[in-house]
């Protein structure tokens, strides 16, 4: 039988949406969407209009910034960290100001030049949080 281990940050939308932040089965660790969060508090919010659309994306390399802090966070819990890393899948609200962020950003976070991972970048119309430019799901090997 396979040990399983789970992980969360015991923040309100985990409760009400009903999912763990992080999982463990046998060498492998998915982290659930991660996003630019301190506590309960959104980094960099996106201004909105008044239908709740976002008007301006620069607050991308921040929020992204802050995403790959919190899923090292959870890998650490794990003894594991960005190294495991073998896939990432970055949902964002605007492509263009994403891919500008994500060489600088990434290659940062990953500590090399070459970040070893299978990535995808996917544009999406709306994200959990209102002002929340980007989500990343990892999974990662140990």
Request: glycine share 10%.
């Given at each position: ?65 802050q995403t790959y802090v919190n899923a090292a966070e959870l890998l650490g819990r794990f003894g594991a960290g960005l190294e495991n890393v073998v896939e990432e899948v ?23 030049e070459d970040p070893q991972v299978a990535s995808t970048l996917v544009g999406v119309t ?17």
């Open positions: 039988m396979t040990a399983t281990q789970v992980e969360s940050f015991g923040l309100p939308w985990e409760s009400s949406y009903g999912y763990a932040q992080a999982v463990r089965h046998g060498d492998t660790i998915y982290l659930s969407g991660q996003l630019g969060h301190r506590g309960e508090d959104l980094l960099a919010p996106a201004p909105l209009d008044a239908a709740g659309e976002v008007t301006d994306f620069s607050g991308m390399a921040e929020q992204m910034r970055l949902y964002v609200l605007d492509i263009p100001s994403a891919f500008e962020a994500a060489g600088p950003v990434r290659k940062a976070a990953y500590g090399r709306r994200l959990a949080l209102p002002g929340q430019l980007i989500e990343v799901k990892f999974i990662a090997k140990v």
